[in-house]
């Protein structure tokens, strides 16, 4: 605590619609803001209490955080959409209903940041499935036993330069 950005991260246990005997992590930068989900999950990392938090350099760390985890996923395989894809629309209230889909990086960026955006789950190939909702700033990873790429590779991979902290939390709580 106390760094205005770092990764934690987490074994979770197989649970969901994540394809049996695959391993499931979560992933999240820090602090989070003072969400009562995280709260009751057990977590104690938040932003009103880091005196070194920045929102600007956060939310900029964030999206280098989005954009590294897609890279290490898409070098896994071909990116498929398993839900159905939030499209761009010229007007505020309703722009999830259109006819161009969002790109990749925003299906899984607004339901980070979105409460009322519909869970985004993607696969990768064979071998790996990344998921986001909820209006958590958390991925959920789940990786195939035959993945070119472990858990400890990917977090490697996207934490470079970031303080890196495992954590375990009630996941069911998030």
């Known amino acids: 605590m106390g760094n ?20 499931v992590y979560a992933l999240w930068p820090a602090p989070v803001n003072d969400d009562e989900c995280f709260h009751k ?3 104690n990392d938040f932003q009103s209490q880091d005196e070194h938090y920045c929102e600007a ?10 954009q590294r985890l897609i890279e290490v996923m898409e ?3 071909q990116a498929e959409l398993l ?16 006819r161009k889909p969002l790109p990749l990086t925003e299906q899984l960026w ?9 869970e985004a789950s993607v696969r990768f190939g064979q071998f790996v499935q990344l998921r986001t ?36 939390l009630d996941w069911g709580k998030l």
């Open 83 to 98: 839900n159905k894809p939030l499209f761009k629309q010229r007007t505020i209230a309703g722009f999830w209903t259109g």
């Open 133 to 168: 909702g909820n209006g958590h700033h958390l991925y959920w990873l789940a990786l195939s036993p035959d993945a070119p790429l472990n858990f400890t590779g990917v977090l490697q991979s996207v934490a470079q330069g970031w303080p890196r902290r495992c954590v375990q």
């Open 75 to 77: 070098a896994m395989g």
């Open 57 to 66: 350099h956060w939310e900029q760390q964030a999206n280098i955080l989005h």
């Open 110 to 118: 607004w339901p980070l940041i979105e409460d009322n955006v519909p």
């Open 41 to 43: 999950a057990g977590y």
């Open 4 to 23: 205005s950005f770092s990764i934690n991260w987490g074994m979770v246990q197989q649970g969901g619609d994540f394809p049996p005997g695959w391993l």
